[in-house]
């Protein structure tokens, strides 16, 4: 029983870890975006 656990528990290390990374990757994304988006609404306004 014990094995298994220790599968268990590495297994749901490993999701866990998969999950931060891509909420992670969506967040830095998103933050990209957001500090895009101003100068290109400025760009569109000066032209």
Request: aromatic letters at 10%; proline letters at 2%; hydrophobic letters at 45%.
């Amino acid at each position: 029983m014990a094995s298994i656990k220790d599968v268990g528990k590495f297994f749901i290390f490993i999701v866990g870890g998969l999950v931060a990374i891509i909420v992670g990757s969506f967040m830095i994304r998103g933050t990209m975006h957001m500090w895009d988006n101003p100068e290109n609404t400025d760009k569109k306004k000066k032209d």
